[in-house]
């Protein structure tokens, strides 16, 4: 009733075309042979096989399969008819095509409504202030709850056996099969129960799949494997706690709910002290998926195509809620120079779209943005309400030093209690967490080529002889700590 009560809203604005952007033709047009009886209008259908005719089959125009002819029938027509054309976006680069678009839309003596009903819908300027957006809207929690109960029965009517899941699993699904097609929600839904009628953890990974594959996100959204969870983040003690006290707001959230959903967190700091590991362990504590948007990816020499990949990259990162979105170095993509023309604008406009999808979003995607060079980053993106928080992840300090190292040892198939690891966090000191894995397997490899095992000695001698960014880069790392001090949170 939403989507019939929007048409009713353009119908009586006497808006005379109509973009529709769906796959789902079928779905489509039964609800505009609904909303025509509704209104009592007729009902005409329009494709390059069959030409004009009636939605109900009863009668044809002849000769209309070329689009030019059927335009001039309809304009030639006294009917207030209603007339959808599917897949008709080819044809609206051709001037003599817009010309009849326009002249039928300045007619005065009938209210016409022309659908144009594709996948995919650019709408030429010329025609653009005469016509309205129209997106069917996709299923909800309620609808889906239905799919997967009619999923069930009919699985256990051709099996005998009913479907197995737990609550969570089944709700985890539930808000996974969110942001799809009524369609791809069967599609998926059989995919989680067919195989071994059961919905489990293994299921909702392979939908995730499925879902980013059917949503065709692939090059500039990645779906990162193997998340870790926070057990593999040493320090950072504050972080986790800022999540461990969001992580029901942002899981549970409802209309309802008592407090707004946590947008995000910006991560600042110096290189290698493991921002982008953190940001994977926000979607590891939280157990959701994680999206790494490809800056690469999302620009392209032509004009006007980046912005457009990113109005759909994030309608993608929209559709994939609840999720976490992670823009890693985020300055490489927004920067662009002082003035934002010498790429002609493209940094400024990504950045616009960019700063109103994360003022307007409603859907629950968690925004993990990661930072080097803070000079470079906008003013606009760091004023108050972007972000929940900004985070300044410094280099680790001795007992973090400890935990990483434990960590890496155990990585690498290392017993931590066989180690002084006191003494190789003091040796470690002023290293980043990127180093002292680093160091850990340098150690390695000269302990397997010596034919002996890895011991504190030999981890420490590669200690002394690197120098770590802090040495090399310390102008630097002092100006950015510096810069910190009163502008950031500390995370640990």
């Not at 789902?24 to 069959?50: C, D, H, I, Q, Y």
């Not at 009619?150 to 996974?176: F, I, K, M």
């Not at 994360?358 to 000079?375: G, K």
Request: charged share 30%.
């Amino acid at each position: 009733m939403k989507d019939i009560r929007e048409l009713e809203g353009l119908l009586a604005a006497k808006m005379p075309i109509v973009a529709v952007e769906s796959h789902e033709e079928a779905k489509v047009l039964r609800m505009f042979e609904r909303f025509a009886a509704l209104n009592e209008r007729k009902l005409w259908k329009w494709s390059v096989t069959g030409g004009l005719k009636r939605a109900s089959g009863a009668e044809g125009a002849f000769n209309t399969t070329r689009i030019e002819d059927a335009l001039r029938h309809i304009e030639k027509s006294p009917e207030n008819a209603i007339y959808v054309f599917l897949d008709a976006h080819k044809f609206l680069d051709d001037p003599v095509v817009l010309r009849q678009l326009k002249d039928i839309a300045a007619a005065e003596r009938t209210h016409r409504m022309l659908a144009f009903l594709s996948p995919r819908l650019e709408v030429p300027e010329e025609i653009g202030r005469m016509t309205a957006r129209f997106r069917p809207s996709l299923p909800d929690a309620a609808m889906i709850g239905a799919i997967l109960n009619e999923e069930a029965r009919s699985y256990r009517e051709s099996t005998g056996e009913p479907v197995r899941s737990s609550r969570e699993a089944l709700n985890v699904l539930t808000q996974h099969l969110g942001g799809v097609t009524e369609e791809d929600v069967r599609r998926l839904a059989r995919m989680a129960i067919r195989d071994d009628g059961a919905i489990s953890g293994a299921d909702i990974a392979r939908v995730l799949k499925a879902k980013h594959q059917l949503l065709a996100a692939g090059e500039i959204l990645v779906l990162e494997p193997g998340i870790p969870d926070l057990g593999q983040l040493g320090g950072l003690a504050k972080l986790k706690r800022w999540l461990e006290v969001r992580r029901e707001a942002f899981m549970g959230h409802g209309p309802d709910s008592p407090l707004p959903a946590p947008k995000g967190m910006l991560l600042l700091g110096v290189q290698g002290a493991g921002k982008s590991l953190a940001a994977k362990c926000v979607a590891g504590a939280w157990q959701l998926p994680l999206f790494r948007m490809d800056f690469g990816s999302l620009y392209e020499k032509y004009h006007g195509e980046t912005e457009r990949n990113l109005r759909e990259t994030l309608a993608v990162a929209n559709a994939m809620a609840p999720c976490v979105l992670w823009m890693d170095e985020i300055e490489k993509g927004i920067a662009g120079d002082a003035g934002g023309d010498s790429d002609g604008g493209v940094s400024r406009r990504v950045l616009g779209t960019l700063l109103t999808w994360m003022s307007e979003r409603a859907a629950r995607v968690f925004l993990v943005a990661t930072a080097n060079d803070i000079s470079q980053l906008p003013a606009e993106l760091l004023r108050k309400g972007r972000f929940d928080e900004i985070f300044f992840v410094d280099l680790p300090h001795a007992q973090a030093r400890v935990e990483i190292l434990r960590i890496h040892l155990r990585r690498n198939r290392q017993d931590p209690a066989a180690f002084d690891l006191a003494r190789l966090s003091a040796a470690c000191e002023g290293f980043s967490g990127a180093e002292i894995e680093q160091a850990i397997v340098a150690a390695l490899y000269e302990a397997h080529a010596a034919k002996k095992p890895l011991d504190s000695a030999a981890i420490e001698a590669e200690a002394r002889r690197t120098r770590p960014l802090s040495v090399v880069m310390a102008e630097k790392v002092e100006a950015l700590r510096a810069w910190a001090r009163e502008r950031a949170v500390p995370a640990d």
